[in-house]
């Protein structure tokens, strides 16, 4: 089988661990030419070299517009330009509404919601002067429904949503598809740390916490399941498919 995205230059904004990481190794797999961007120089660089010699790893903090805007810039010079944009940095925490700080609500908006405005903002002209391009961002559940203990993170995922929704609209006539993953718990650090704070909350064992997080078909998520759906999305496959919020979450929600 042809590699379906061969030629294309993609740019995954958290790429060093987790979801993005699957994402760039399925991408290079896929013939994709990958920037892999966090903030964590040696988990980039080495999620780069598994990528192969396409691949290259940039730094970034997603909150830093102006840094979003070199890296898409960088992509461009580096690389040849930007077919596809995957924003799959973020932050999750957990507390009662009432305890929940200014300072968290404040920092998590800002990377998993201003990180992928900053990203998109910069990445659009060059796809608009392009005639296309695929942009997918990593939601969550919590983009479609509520969920306690977490509500700057729902409200950040809802906005992405929107965001999303917005863009699909006014660049549908221009070769331009926006689109929202949203999964339930993955199998990743970020997953792992919520274990963790259940286990420190409520005195349960790692076992009994994660049952907590399980999707309906007792289990949970597997990076690779959300890589997948990024290649059809990024693919000529998939370039009907616009404006979506892509559940991903074993049967938990339902429309």
């Known amino acids: 089988m042809p590699a379906v995205l061969a030629g294309r230059v993609a740019l995954i904004a ?7 990481r699957a994402v760039a190794l399925r991408f290079a797999e896929e013939g994709a030419t990958v920037a892999v ?3 964590t120089r040696d988990e980039i660089e080495a999620v780069a070299r598994e990528c192969g010699d396409r ?10 517009d102006a840094r979003c805007g070199e890296v898409v810039e960088e992509c461009h010079s580096r690389l040849g330009g930007l077919d596809v944009l995957v924003n799959s940095a973020g932050i999750a925490s957990s507390s009662k509404f009432t ?16 990180g992928p405005f900053f990203l998109t903002r910069h990445a659009v002209p060059g796809m608009l002067e392009r005639g296309s391009g695929t942009v997918i961002s990593i939601a969550s559940v919590a983009a ?20 999303t929704r917005a863009l699909a609209a006014e660049y549908a006539a221009k070769g331009l598809t926006f689109n929202c993953i949203c999964p339930h718990y993955v199998d990743t650090p970020l997953t792992d740390a919520t274990v963790r704070s259940i286990m420190e909350r409520t005195g349960r064992d790692r076992e009994a916490a ?30 009907s498919i616009n404006g979506q919020a892509i559940m991903i979450d074993g049967g938990l929600t339902t429309p």
Do not use: N
Request: glycine share 12%.
């Open 55 to 64: 691949a290259i790893a940039i730094t970034l903090d997603v909150t830093d």
């Open 144 to 163: 479609r429904i509520g969920l306690p203990y977490i509500s700057a993170y729902c409200v950040a995922k809802h906005g992405l949503l929107g965001l």
């Open 99 to 114: 305890e929940l700080s200014i300072e968290e609500w404040r920092r998590t908006l800002s990377v998993d919601l201003d």
């Open 210 to 239: 994660t049952r907590t997080l399980l999707t309906p078909q007792r289990r949970l998520i597997e990076p690779g399941e959300i890589a997948a759906a990024c290649v059809l999305l990024s693919s000529d496959a998939g370039r």
């Open 37 to 39: 961007a966090a903030r």
């Open 14 to 20: 958290g790429g060093g661990r987790g979801i993005g």
